[in-house]
Every structure is written in structure tokens, then in C-alpha cells.
């Protein structure tokens, strides 16, 4: 019989779920352990790769039994059917589900060790079915260790699966170690992630510990909202990490300084590239942010803030009116402000239109650090229309100077309240049903803050 010639290969994917705030997190790992009948053969002078990845996985999971916060499980593929005279391309099980691996590391240790080699290579199926080992969990990191002695034998795309799978969230970027692969081997498995070469028992030992580490190994990031002293005291504020380039949201935290006074910690996967939209007013973005595994990393951003709180001086009445707030010079809505509450902006220079009648504009309002500017506008008088029937007509100012437009009033209504801004107006009006231009009347009165009017159109 002849044996196809293959390389004995390390797959070690990162995957993770939604990490919250919680400092400590459960990591997960799933070892996918090869079992075709290419492990029978030679790695070594005397033992088979069978042989030798059954050593290294025991002694491998004696040094994990300790870890806290750990939970492991094993699945198998190439074990249950004899690859002659056809290849079974769905030969893959779950052998031992999760548990704490205080309890199930001897579990995992005693199955690989009974493995018998005896079926094919569908590395791209067993991938795609392992994303239904990891149940549903909060505050948890998945991680996918496979190890296999070649490339996949079932026409099946592992890469393809890989990247479905990291666009869904199952898992993320890969680590691979192979032995003995030339360099269209590891071309190959590059586009599964990141490759190191084992080249013999010892150095395949080494790199499992050495990836095992880093996986293990919790990579932690504070963002730091600088003032306009640099110094990172800016916080209370929402931020949203993206995939790199997409608008998928990895993450989503409310900014926060933690009882030491510094900007809180979190818990990021390393192996991605993030956008950070930090969700101030106007927002603050840095795009393809790239941390460093099993490191502290900041990540300063420029986000001086002050206030802007907008009052009403005179009697509170029903009406309350909005405004629209924009940077200086520039039409775009930043957001609708209601009077009586506060906002948080950027420093800088605003343009205020304030939904009153009038209409109120104010330009080059400025937001310095730490300092709330207050803007008071009186508040609105009632103007209350009666008509006898429905007709035609509009409210203007008028200061005996400059008569402006101000309101269209409701043909439909006889009856119909106003809120305006206290000052002189008048009302120019025709009924319906009277057909003569030169039966247009005007009601000139005054708005006072807080105090009703009332407006006789006969």
C-alpha cells in the first residue's frame, strides 16, 4: 500500500466572543486532533507521528491541568472509518465536550491516547462543525488548537471556511505551525494566519507552548481621552470598535476612569485591526488600530470637552423649545438640543439655530475645556388666534420699523394657540368667504414671557 506523502502540521486558531467589562474572562479551547491513516507515518528515527503527537498532547495537557479560569474539549477527525475504497469526508466527532480542565484535561489525555489512525483528512468540515462546540457563554474566549499531519484530502476549502466563520464571529485570525512544509505548504496554510515551522519533537513542544501562551495571555487596552492639557481625563462617553475597514461592531463600551483615576481597562482580541469611533460631539475616529498580544496597549485620542447648557430666562411654561447645534461655518446637524438640558461638545466654536418663533440664530458660540457656557433665551409667550370662521392669514414682527414673517396660520382652525418669542407682531388676515382683497384686515399685539394673548380676528 501506498502512502501518500504528508506534513505533519499545527492549526491554532484564536477565536472569541463578546468579551465584557469583567476583568477576568473564561478561555475555551478546543483541540481538533488529526487521526487519518497518514499518522502512521515516520516523523522521527523510531516513532510515527502518531506516536509522537500522542507524547507531546499528554505531557502538553498535564502542564494545563492547573490553569484557572480554563475550560477544554476535544474533537477528532480520521478515526472512525477506514479511508479504502472511499474517503468518508464527514468523519469527524465531538469526543469530549467542555468542562473545567481541572477535571477534563485526564478526559482529553485518555481519548487521544486510544486513538486509532484510520480515515481521511476533512479539515475543512471539521472546522466548520466545531463552530457548534462552543455553547453559548458570556465573558468567554474561544480558542481552536488542530492538529493535523497534512493539507485537506476532501476538496473542501479550509481557508474559505476559516474566513465565513471569522465574518460570523466563530472564530478569528489563525496561528499555524507546520513540520517539515516547503514553501508552497506554508503558502498554503498562510491563508489561515499566521505560520511557524516545527522541525522535531522538541521544537514542537516549544511551540506549543510558546502559541499556547499567547493565547492564553489576555491583551489588555485603555483608551486614553486626552483634555487639552494631554492629560487623559475625559470619560462617560460611548465607544465602538469595528473590524478594520468594515462596519461590523466588535465591541461596544460606555468610557469609564476606573477608582484609581485612570482610564479602565479592557480585554481585546490581538489579532485584529480595529476602527474606534469614540462617540463625543462631533465624534472622534482612528482608523487601523493595530495591539500587541499579550501586552498593556493605549490608545490616546484628542477629545477636549466642555459644556453647552441652554436655559429659559422667565416663567416655565408648557413649551420647550429645541436647538440645533452645529460647528461653526458648516451645515451639518450635529444634534437637536432640548432647553433645559446639558451637552458635552468638543472644544471649538458652534452655530445655534433655536427652534423658537422667531427663529433665534447665534454663530461662533465657544465651547472651552472643562467650562459651561450658558445660553438663555426668554421664555415664549401664547398667543391664542380666535376666528369666527376659517380664513387666510399670517403672524409677523413688527418693531415699527421692519415687519419679517413669522408664521402661517392654520386655515382650518378657528381656534389656534402660538407659542411666541416675547415682542410686537401683528397678524394680517382675510376670511375665506370674502372675495375682495381690500377686505384684509391686520391685529397688531404683544408677547410677554409666559403670559397668554389673546388675538380677535373680528
Same mark, same amino acid.
Given at each position: 500500500?501506498?502512502?501518500?506523502?504528508?506534513?505533519?502540521?499545527?492549526?491554532?486558531?484564536?477565536?472569541?466572543?463578546?468579551?465584557?467589562?469583567?476583568?477576568?474572562?473564561?478561555?475555551?479551547?478546543?483541540?481538533?486532533?488529526?487521526?487519518?491513516?497518514?499518522?502512521?507515518?515516520?516523523?522521527?528515527?523510531?516513532?510515527?507521528?502518531?506516536?509522537?503527537?500522542?507524547?507531546?498532547? =499528554?505531557?502538553?495537557?498535564?502542564?494545563?491541568?492547573?490553569?484557572?479560569?480554563?475550560?477544554? =474539549?476535544?474533537?477528532?477527525?480520521?478515526?472512525?472509518?477506514?479511508?479504502?475504497?472511499?474517503?468518508?469526508?464527514?468523519?469527524?466527532?465531538? *469526543?469530549?465536550?467542555?468542562?473545567?480542565?481541572?477535571?477534563?484535561?485526564?478526559?482529553?489525555?485518555?481519548?487521544?491516547?486510544?486513538?486509532?489512525?484510520?480515515?481521511?483528512?476533512?479539515? =475543512?468540515?471539521?472546522?466548520?462543525?466545531?463552530?457548534?462546540? /462552543?455553547?453559548?457563554? *458570556?465573558?468567554?474566549?474561544? @480558542?481552536?488548537?488542530?492538529?493535523?499531519?497534512?493539507?485537506?484530502?476532501?476538496?473542501?476549502?479550509?481557508?474559505?471556511?476559516?474566513?465565513?466563520?471569522?465574518?460570523?464571529?466563530?472564530?478569528?485570525?489563525?496561528?499555524?505551525?507546520?513540520?517539515?512544509l516547503n514553501v508552497n505548504f506554508a503558502d498554503v496554510f498562510a491563508c489561515m494566519g499566521k505560520f511557524y515551522d516545527v522541525s522535531n519533537e522538541l521544537n514542537f513542544k516549544d511551540v506549543l507552548k510558546l502559541v499556547t501562551t499567547e493565547a492564553l495571555t489576555q491583551t489588555t487596552v485603555q483608551v486614553d481621552?486626552?483634555?487639552?492639557?494631554?492629560?487623559?481625563?475625559?470619560?462617560?462617553?460611548?465607544?465602538?470598535?469595528?473590524?478594520?475597514?468594515?462596519?461590523?461592531?466588535?465591541?461596544?463600551?460606555?468610557?469609564?476612569?476606573?477608582?484609581?483615576?485612570?482610564?479602565?481597562?479592557?480585554?481585546?482580541?490581538?489579532?485584529?485591526?480595529?476602527?474606534?469611533?469614540?462617540?463625543?460631539?462631533?465624534?472622534? *475616529?482612528?482608523?487601523?488600530?493595530?495591539?500587541?498580544?499579550?501586552?498593556?496597549?493605549?490608545?490616546?485620542?484628542?477629545?477636549?470637552?466642555? /459644556?453647552?447648557?441652554?436655559?429659559?430666562?422667565?416663567?416655565?411654561?408648557?413649551?420647550?423649545?429645541?436647538?440645533?447645534?452645529?460647528? =461653526?461655518?458648516?451645515?451639518?446637524?450635529?444634534?437637536?438640543?432640548?432647553?433645559?438640558?446639558?451637552?458635552?461638545?468638543?472644544?471649538?466654536?458652534?452655530?445655534? *439655530?433655536?427652534?423658537? @418663533?422667531?427663529?433665534?440664530?447665534?454663530?461662533?458660540?465657544?465651547?472651552?475645556?472643562?467650562?459651561?457656557?450658558?445660553?438663555?433665551?426668554?421664555t415664549s409667550g401664547l398667543a391664542y388666534i380666535k376666528k369666527l370662521s376659517e380664513g387666510f392669514g399670517s403672524i409677523y414682527t413688527d418693531d415699527g420699523k421692519n415687519?419679517?414673517?413669522?408664521?402661517?396660520?392654520?386655515?382650518?382652525?378657528?381656534?389656534?394657540?402660538?407659542?411666541?418669542?416675547?415682542?410686537?407682531?401683528?397678524?394680517?388676515?382675510?376670511?375665506?368667504?370674502?372675495?375682495?382683497?381690500?377686505?384684509?384686515?391686520?391685529?397688531?399685539?404683544?408677547?410677554?414671557?409666559?403670559?397668554?394673548?389673546?388675538?380677535?380676528?373680528?
Amino acid at each position: 500500500m501506498k502512502r501518500t506523502r504528508k506534513y505533519f502540521v499545527l492549526l491554532f486558531i484564536l477565536t472569541s466572543s463578546f468579551v465584557t467589562l469583567r476583568s477576568q474572562v473564561t478561555n475555551r479551547i478546543l483541540f481538533i486532533f488529526d487521526d487519518s491513516y497518514s499518522m502512521y507515518a515516520p516523523w522521527s528515527s523510531s516513532n510515527s507521528k502518531i506516536d509522537v503527537a500522542k507524547k507531546v498532547m =499528554a505531557e502538553f495537557l498535564d502542564s494545563l491541568k492547573n490553569i484557572p479560569d480554563l475550560e477544554i =474539549a476535544l474533537r477528532c477527525y480520521g478515526h472512525q472509518t477506514y479511508f479504502r475504497p472511499t474517503r468518508d469526508c464527514k468523519d469527524t466527532k465531538l *469526543e469530549v465536550p467542555f468542562a473545567p480542565v481541572k477535571t477534563n484535561y485526564l478526559k482529553v489525555k485518555q481519548r487521544i491516547l486510544k486513538l486509532d489512525p484510520t480515515g481521511t483528512t476533512p479539515i =475543512a468540515y471539521s472546522l466548520g462543525e466545531c463552530a457548534a462546540d /462552543f455553547t453559548p457563554k *458570556e465573558n468567554v474566549r474561544n @480558542l481552536v488548537i488542530l492538529i493535523t499531519d497534512g493539507i485537506e484530502e476532501c476538496g473542501g476549502n479550509p481557508c474559505e471556511v476559516s474566513l465565513q466563520l471569522q465574518k460570523k464571529g466563530i472564530f478569528l485570525k489563525p496561528f499555524v505551525i507546520g513540520v517539515g512544509l516547503n514553501v508552497n505548504f506554508a503558502d498554503v496554510f498562510a491563508c489561515m494566519g499566521k505560520f511557524y515551522d516545527v522541525s522535531n519533537e522538541l521544537n514542537f513542544k516549544d511551540v506549543l507552548k510558546l502559541v499556547t501562551t499567547e493565547a492564553l495571555t489576555q491583551t489588555t487596552v485603555q483608551v486614553d481621552l486626552l483634555d487639552i492639557t494631554k492629560k487623559p481625563s475625559e470619560s462617560d462617553v460611548d465607544m465602538t470598535f469595528y473590524i478594520a475597514g468594515t462596519n461590523t461592531v466588535k465591541y461596544n463600551y460606555l468610557h469609564t476612569i476606573n477608582v484609581k483615576g485612570n482610564p479602565d481597562t479592557l480585554v481585546l482580541d490581538p489579532d485584529l485591526q480595529y476602527d474606534l469611533v469614540v462617540h463625543t460631539i462631533p465624534p472622534i *475616529e482612528k482608523k487601523n488600530i493595530s495591539i500587541t498580544r499579550g501586552k498593556h496597549n493605549t490608545i490616546p485620542l484628542n477629545a477636549p470637552q466642555g /459644556f453647552l447648557k441652554l436655559e429659559l430666562d422667565g416663567p416655565i411654561g408648557k413649551n420647550f423649545p429645541a436647538t440645533v447645534v452645529r460647528k =461653526a461655518g458648516d451645515m451639518t446637524t450635529l444634534i437637536v438640543q432640548d432647553f433645559g438640558k446639558t451637552e458635552k461638545l468638543i472644544v471649538g466654536k458652534y452655530d445655534l *439655530e433655536i427652534l423658537t @418663533l422667531p427663529r433665534i440664530k447665534m454663530n461662533d458660540v465657544e465651547i472651552k475645556q472643562s467650562i459651561t457656557n450658558s445660553i438663555k433665551i426668554p421664555t415664549s409667550g401664547l398667543a391664542y388666534i380666535k376666528k369666527l370662521s376659517e380664513g387666510f392669514g399670517s403672524i409677523y414682527t413688527d418693531d415699527g420699523k421692519n415687519v419679517e414673517w413669522v408664521y402661517n396660520l392654520n386655515q382650518k382652525l378657528t381656534n389656534e394657540i402660538i407659542y411666541l418669542q416675547p415682542g410686537k407682531y401683528k397678524v394680517v388676515f382675510r376670511y375665506q368667504n370674502a372675495k375682495e382683497t381690500v377686505q384684509t384686515f391686520e391685529r397688531n399685539f404683544e408677547i410677554k414671557s409666559g403670559l397668554t394673548q389673546n388675538v380677535q380676528l373680528y
